[in-house]
C-alpha cells in the first residue's frame, strides 16, 4: 500500500521528506511527487504537469494521499501520518501517551505561531511597515524557543529525533531568505545546525534537489 506525498524541497512540504527519509519510508511506501507551489503544478510522479489544485483544493504542501484516496493536508496530521506509518518510536513517541501530546502542541505552536509568522516574509509586496512588525513578531518566537523549548537540548520532544524537529528545522532555515540572523539565537543557532548535519537530513535534500 503506497501513500502520495507532495512536497517541494525548501518549503514546508520538505519536513515530510525529511521525516519518510528518516524512517525509510521513501520508495514503494511513501511516493515523493514534486509540486511547484507558485504555478501550483506537480511537476513529477504520475500526476506530472496536473493542476495541483486537482489534488489540493488549498494549494498547498504537504499533502499526503491516503492508500484509500483520503487527501490529508496540514503538517501537523501529515506529519504525524508519516510517524505512524514508521517503525514505533522512529519519528515520534507513541500514540495515547503524555509525550504524543507533548509532540502535538509542539507541531502545532510551529505552525499557528512560528511558521505562520516567517510566511508573510515571502510576500514581494509588503511593506516597511508591516515587515519590520513581522520581523519583531518573528523575533518573540526565537527568543521564546531559545530560552525555554531549546536551551540545552538537541530535540524539541525528549532524547529523539521526532516529525516536529524535521518541521521547526525546515522553519528556521528560511531565516537566511528573510533577513532573520538566527546568530543572534545562540541555542536556536545550535539546534538548527545539529539537525542540519545529521546524515538523513543530508541525504534527503540530495534527494530532493534532484527531482
Ligand atoms: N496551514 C498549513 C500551511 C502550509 C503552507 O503554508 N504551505 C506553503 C509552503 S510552506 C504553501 O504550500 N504555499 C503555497 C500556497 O499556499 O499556495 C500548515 O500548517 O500546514
Given at each position: 500500500?503506497?501513500?502520495?506525498?507532495y512536497?517541494t524541497?525548501?518549503?514546508c512540504?520538505?519536513a515530510?521528506?525529511?521525516s519518510?527519509?528518516?524512517?525509510?519510508?521513501?520508495?514503494?511506501k511513501v511516493?515523493p511527487?514534486?509540486?511547484?507551489?507558485?504555478?501550483?503544478?506537480?511537476?513529477?510522479?504520475?500526476?506530472?504537469?496536473?493542476?495541483?489544485?486537482?489534488?489540493?483544493?488549498?494549494?498547498?504542501?504537504?499533502?499526503?494521499v491516503?492508500?484509500?484516496?483520503?487527501?490529508?493536508?496540514?503538517?501537523?496530521?501529515v506529519?504525524?501520518k508519516?510517524?505512524?506509518?514508521a517503525?514505533?518510536?522512529?519519528?515520534?513517541?507513541?500514540?495515547?501517551?503524555?509525550?504524543?501530546?507533548?509532540?502535538?502542541?509542539?507541531?502545532?505552536?510551529?505552525?499557528?505561531?512560528v511558521?505562520?509568522?516567517?510566511?508573510?516574509?515571502?510576500?514581494?509586496?509588503?511593506?516597511d511597515?508591516?515587515?519590520?512588525?513581522?520581523?519583531?513578531?518573528i523575533?518573540?518566537?526565537?527568543?521564546y524557543?531559545?530560552?525555554?523549548e531549546?536551551?540545552?537540548?538537541?530535540?524539541?520532544?525528549?532524547?529523539?529525533?521526532?516529525?516536529?524537529?524535521?518541521?521547526?528545522?525546515?522553519?528556521?532555515?528560511w531565516s537566511?531568505?528573510?533577513?532573520?540572523?538566527?546568530?543572534?539565537?545562540?541555542?536556536?543557532?545550535?539546534?538548527?545546525?545539529?539537525?542540519?548535519?545529521?546524515?538523513?537530513?543530508?541525504?534527503?535534500?540530495?534527494?530532493?534537489?534532484k527531482?
Amino acid at each position: 500500500m503506497s501513500y502520495q506525498l507532495y512536497f517541494t524541497a525548501t518549503s514546508c512540504g520538505a519536513a515530510s521528506y525529511i521525516s519518510a527519509k528518516k524512517a525509510g519510508l521513501i520508495g514503494d511506501k511513501v511516493v515523493p511527487n514534486l509540486v511547484d507551489i507558485r504555478e501550483h503544478k506537480v511537476k513529477s510522479g504520475a500526476l506530472k504537469d496536473t493542476d495541483y489544485y486537482k489534488v489540493n483544493p488549498k494549494g498547498n504542501v504537504p499533502t499526503l494521499v491516503l492508500e484509500d484516496g483520503t487527501v490529508l493536508n496540514e503538517n501537523a496530521a501529515v506529519l504525524q501520518k508519516i510517524a505512524d506509518l514508521a517503525p514505533s518510536g522512529a519519528l515520534a513517541p507513541a500514540n495515547g501517551t503524555n509525550a504524543r501530546y507533548l509532540l502535538q502542541s509542539k507541531l502545532s505552536y510551529i505552525s499557528s505561531e512560528v511558521h505562520s509568522s516567517y510566511g508573510p516574509l515571502f510576500n514581494p509586496a509588503l511593506s516597511d511597515e508591516v515587515k519590520k512588525w513581522t520581523l519583531a513578531k518573528i523575533a518573540t518566537k526565537l527568543d521564546y524557543l531559545n530560552r525555554v523549548e531549546l536551551a540545552g537540548k538537541k530535540y524539541i520532544v525528549g532524547d529523539s529525533f521526532t516529525v516536529a524537529d524535521a518541521y521547526l528545522y525546515i522553519v528556521l532555515s528560511w531565516s537566511k531568505y528573510v533577513g532573520v540572523d538566527l546568530s543572534e539565537y545562540p541555542e536556536v543557532e545550535r539546534y538548527f545546525k545539529g539537525i542540519s548535519e545529521l546524515d538523513f537530513v543530508k541525504e534527503a535534500h540530495a534527494e530532493m534537489n534532484k527531482f
